[in-house]
């Protein structure tokens, strides 16, 4: 077996960052000034925990740099990963930019969602919002842990959202054909490394799992616009080699949404 459903456990506490740390003063009277002062200086999200009443910074170090970092007051939080926003940050929020996803797959009440790449699962949050059941994947733990302490994710712990720790290319082999009604698929920007997720192996593992007449939507971004690179047309291609039709851009989503026929 490669999936496993884990229990999502919110920590139970209070995530500081520079723009309302002062807003936990009485909260916080045990902390160092300094520490109080560091926060301040900080992007990165620190966390009070209740149970410990200890206080640490929201990253990881162990595999790559991961953190939780903030946008401004009252903006929800992204992760970055070595460097790199998983989320559209300039112009939008994350939690917006999750939304504006989720419609684009014309998620609704009662639907099975399979979102492939969780994250701080931002987009299962979104479509359970809008009445659907949803199972999500995530590969690194480090980013579960992270999702677990963050105040906007504390959602995932409904009993509607399935959270599976494993490496979603390996999961989805384990689904039943037409196992959902809707797909998100927002993997991490292309690279050497994250090819397989834009493969068309996987594209027809998505179509497989896929009921007729269900809606993908598969966020690209607009990467390598401006030296003339179409991921977003290749993509597109690659999505009707593996079945779909039609397959239609959206530029406000900044993806490809995708349709499997009826007739399959």
Wanted: overall charge positive; hydrophobic content about 35%.
């Amino acid at each position: 077996m490669v999936k496993y459903r884990i229990n999502f456990n919110p920590a139970n506490g209070i995530a500081l960052d520079k723009h309302n740390v002062d807003k936990y003063a009485e909260q916080i009277l045990c902390l160092d000034k300094y520490l109080v002062g560091e926060i301040k200086k900080s992007r990165i999200v620190y966390f009070y925990n209740i149970d410990t009443k200890s206080i640490y910074p929201l990253e990881r170090r162990e595999s790559g740099y991961k953190a939780l970092v903030t946008l401004g007051p009252n903006v929800p939080y992204t992760l970055r990963i070595n460097g790199i926003h998983m989320h559209r940050i300039w112009g939008i929020d994350p939690l917006t930019d999750s939304e504006i996803k989720v419609k684009a797959a014309r998620i609704g009440r009662h639907q099975k969602v399979l979102d492939t790449c969780m994250g701080l699962g931002y987009t299962a949050v979104k479509s359970l919002q809008h009445g659907a059941e949803v199972t999500t994947v995530e590969k690194d733990l480090d980013v579960i842990w992270i999702a677990e302490h963050n105040p906007y994710s504390q959602n995932l712990e409904d009993t509607r959202v399935k959270v599976i720790h494993g490496d979603i290319l390996l999961v989805i082999k384990e689904f039943l054909d037409n196992a959902f009604d809707r797909i998100i698929h927002d993997p991490p920007r292309l690279t050497a490394s994250t090819g397989d997720l834009y493969g068309i192996s996987f594209y027809r593992n998505l179509y497989r799992v896929l009921k007729p007449g269900g809606i993908l939507f598969h966020y690209t971004g607009l990467p390598g616009r401006k030296r003339g690179i179409n991921l977003l047309g290749k993509t597109a291609s690659r999505l009707e080699k593996a079945g779909f039709y039609p397959v239609i851009k959206n530029r406000r989503a900044q993806g490809v949404v995708a349709i499997k026929p009826l007739d399959e």
